[in-house]
């Protein structure tokens, strides 16, 4: 099966913009919160790949036509040195994502608001359609959330994707075998085991439970990971 066609049974859609979701626990070491990071943004990179690579190789189109946005949301966090989406954006760069492709906005500290962010963002950019990368620990909880945000949201339903889905998976099979080692590699580096799984998992089942009470939920969220600024800062393109 051609991985287009593959791709649109899958999601549903072919993705015009692709968001890394952020990543910062406080409680762990901030490398492994990056590494995560970045299996997100190469799974996000892999299916982007295997896509142009099926454009060019056949007569359905430039491969220009659906090269993505790259989008990151996460605001500067307590920790952080700087915001998170912009170190996102230089784990995108860094593995090979186009710079002029990318683009941040620091407004979120947690997946509520990242998802409205997100969403603003793909608006202003003018894209119908939104793929959300992530770890599988945290789809159900993303899927959740976006059946209660849809009516908020300005375009149509965004599509969630886990890095370890098959999809990503045959999308890494279609890539030059260099090119799919060093991205295999980035995914593999940021797979949680262990020591580093279980404070993960008891993070998302607080964050679920403490769904019924939002005010509440964003309280907590404001004091461990920090507040974002009080007004919604402008999308960028990062300096990378």
């Known amino acids: 099966m051609r991985f287009l066609q593959l791709v649109q049974e899958r999601l549903g859609v072919v993705p015009a913009s692709i968001a890394v979701?952020?990543?910062?626990?406080?409680?762990?070491?901030?490398?492994?919160?990056?590494?995560?990071?970045?299996?997100?943004?190469?799974?996000a990179l892999a299916l982007a790949e295997a896509l142009?690579?099926?454009?060019?190789?056949?007569?359905?189109?430039?491969?220009?036509?659906?090269?993505?946005?790259?989008?990151?949301a996460e605001a500067r966090l307590r920790g952080q040195d700087r915001?998170?989406?912009?170190?996102?954006?230089?784990?995108?760069?860094?593995?090979?994502?186009?710079?002029?492709?990318?683009?941040?906005?620091?407004g979120a500290n947690r997946t509520w608001n990242e998802l409205q962010v997100l969403d603003r963002m793909r608006g202003?950019?003018?894209?119908?359609?939104?793929?959300?990368?992530?770890?599988?620990?945290?789809?159900?909880?993303?899927?959740?959330?976006?059946?209660?945000?849809?009516?908020?949201l300005s375009g149509a339903p965004l599509v969630v994707c886990a890095v370890e889905d098959e999809l990503i998976q045959?999308?890494?099979?279609?890539?030059?075998?260099?090119?799919?080692?060093?991205?295999?590699?980035?995914?593999?580096?940021?797979?949680?085991?262990?020591?580093?799984?279980?404070?993960?998992?008891?993070?998302?089942l607080v964050a679920r439970l403490g769904r019924r009470f939002p005010r509440l939920q964003g309280l907590v969220a404001d004091v461990v990971r920090g507040r974002p600024a009080s007004t919604f800062p402008p999308m960028f393109r990062p300096d990378i």
């Not at 950019?125 to 209660?148: F, I, K, P, W």
């Not at 999308?171 to 404070?199: D, F, K």
């Open 83 to 106: 915001p998170g989406c912009v170190m996102a954006a230089e784990i995108l760069a860094r593995l090979g994502a186009d710079p002029g492709r990318i683009r941040c906005c620091p």
């Open 21 to 43: 979701m952020g990543k910062w626990e406080p409680f762990l070491p901030a490398e492994r919160c990056l590494e995560e990071v970045g299996a997100r943004a190469a799974a």
């Open 124 to 152: 202003k950019l003018g894209v119908d359609n939104l793929l959300l990368l992530t770890a599988r620990y945290h789809v159900a909880r993303t899927r959740s959330l976006l059946r209660e945000l849809q009516p908020r």
């Open 170 to 204: 045959e999308a890494l099979t279609r890539l030059p075998p260099s090119r799919r080692q060093q991205l295999e590699q980035a995914i593999q580096r940021g797979r949680r085991g262990g020591s580093t799984l279980s404070p993960t998992l008891i993070n998302e």
């Open 52 to 72: 142009e690579l099926e454009l060019e190789e056949g007569s359905s189109g430039p491969a220009s036509a659906i090269a993505p946005y790259y989008l990151s």
